[in-house]
């Protein structure tokens, strides 16, 4: 794919969808922190549910903390592996506690050090959280960059790092949250809904559906 088809894309998901953002319910960066915690492999919305019982309870390091983990469990059970979840959360609240006073830290070496938070996570954070224009790659950004072409690769890493040196700068801030909202609603993984996609005749997707 060539840079200026590549610009077109974003330019069109920009014209959009302006000021994209999470679908992640949070009123502050350790919220958002566990709540991407959480999400993986489940969905905005059940984290959202789960979240909004726990965030007006414990919604701090220190009272997430104080719940320990058979607390912490009664709160996010609906949601899969919590187990894991609630271990690692809590080890990361104490954590944050002990080594940072509380706050999530903003360098990515940091974020990494916390149980339960691998590269993905900590690429939402800086992006979100603070703004740096990082591009975190799920399932939805890995099967949109490699079905469109917009920057292809075999592994989560690959395409981050596609995404990052193709990317235009001025579209790089909000680049992921674009390609999630199309994966996750047009760009689907079993069948694309190419027939109401903005982007369609830019792809470069050899087995487009709906007579694309």
Known sequence: MNAHKRAEIY??????N???????HYDSPFQLLIAVILSAQ??????????AKLFPVAGTPSTIAALGETGLKRYIRTIGLFNSKARNIIRTCRQLLK???GEVPRTRAALEALPGVGRKTANVILNTAFGEPTIAVDTHIFRVANRTRIATGKTPLEVEKRLTRLTPAEFRQDAHH???????????ARRPECERCIIVDLCEYGDKTGGA
Do not use: F, M
């Open 11 to 16: 330019s069109r998901l920009r014209q959009a």
């Open 178 to 188: 674009w390609l999630i909202l199309h994966g996750r609603y047009v760009c689907k």
């Open 99 to 101: 080594e940072h006073g």
């Open 42 to 51: 489940a969905t905005d919305v059940s984290v959202n549910k789960a979240t």
């Open 18 to 24: 302006p000021t994209p953002t999470t679908e992640l």
